[in-house]
């Protein structure tokens, strides 16, 4: 995503193999610090045209333990450390690749186990690999919103008039696996 600006392909078949490898890595680096990797996103749903950016969900025990003992270690692997966002999600750590660093993009939103935000990801993610029809329509806004907002300027506004859609979704998962939690 070269300067911020939104830019969707198709689908493409290497992006789950492109997540295990970066989970690998990230398990020999950090070990049993991570207690659990799922690929998340738009990547993650076979046929859903994305940013071409695997997101990577890494759960640990605590963010005390992510903070004390995984970012350095995630830093000195090519990623970029957000600290500013931990001011919007105190309870996540973000990382990202650093252009140049790596043949791929990837995003790590490391949280700890089991909590809200881990299960919504989850929901969201099997929800669209359950039913084509809400994963095309997602693709569909995703496609009409990257034309919309498409300078650096208004990509924030691009993942801001998703939120609707993705909530509905994920409201439409709870009821549909019978699940409730906060987050």
Same mark, same amino acid.
């Given at each position: 995503?070269?300067? !911020? /600006?939104? &830019?969707?392909? #198709?689908?493409?078949?290497?992006?789950? +193999?492109?997540?295990q490898?970066?989970?690998?890595? $990230?398990?020999?680096?950090?070990?049993?610090?991570?207690l659990?990797?799922?690929?998340?996103?738009? *990547?993650?749903?076979p046929?859903?045209?994305?940013?071409?950016?695997?997101?990577?969900m /890494?759960?640990?025990? +605590?963010?005390?333990?992510?903070?004390?003992?995984? =970012?350095?270690?995630?830093?000195?692997?090519?990623?970029?450390? +957000?600290?500013?966002?931990?001011?919007? @999600?105190?309870?996540?750590?973000?990382?990202?690749?650093?252009?140049? #660093?790596?043949? @791929?993009?990837?995003? =790590?939103?490391?949280? #700890?186990?089991?909590?809200?935000?881990?299960?919504?990801?989850?929901?969201?993610?099997? @929800? $669209?690999?359950?039913?084509?029809?809400?994963?095309?329509?997602? @693709? %569909?806004? &995703?496609?009409? $919103?990257? #034309?919309?907002? %498409?300078?650096?300027? *208004?990509?924030?506004?691009? *993942?801001?008039?998703? *939120?609707?859609?993705?909530?509905? /979704?994920? %409201?439409?998962?709870?009821?549909?696996?019978?699940?409730?939690?906060? !987050?």
């Amino acid at each position: 995503m070269p300067n !911020g /600006v939104v &830019k969707i392909v #198709e689908y493409n078949p290497i992006w789950p +193999s492109l997540f295990q490898k970066e989970k690998k890595r $990230l398990k020999d680096t950090c070990g049993s610090y991570i207690l659990a990797g799922e690929h998340i996103g738009s *990547t993650s749903v076979p046929g859903l045209g994305a940013k071409d950016i695997i997101d990577l969900m /890494v759960a640990v025990e +605590s963010i005390e333990i992510a903070d004390k003992f995984l =970012i350095e270690k995630i830093i000195g692997m090519g990623y970029k450390y +957000s600290k500013h966002l931990e001011e919007f @999600y105190p309870n996540r750590r973000y990382f990202s690749t650093i252009p140049g #660093e790596m043949e @791929y993009h990837c995003h =790590i939103h490391m949280v #700890e186990w089991d909590t809200g935000f881990w299960r919504k990801h989850l929901i969201f993610r099997d @929800y $669209l690999r359950e039913f084509p029809n809400v994963r095309d329509a997602y @693709y %569909n806004l &995703k496609i009409k $919103l990257s #034309e919309i907002h %498409n300078s650096e300027e *208004t990509r924030i506004l691009y *993942t801001d008039s998703k *939120t609707e859609f993705i909530e509905d /979704v994920v %409201n439409k998962a709870k009821r549909y696996y019978n699940v409730d939690f906060l !987050g």
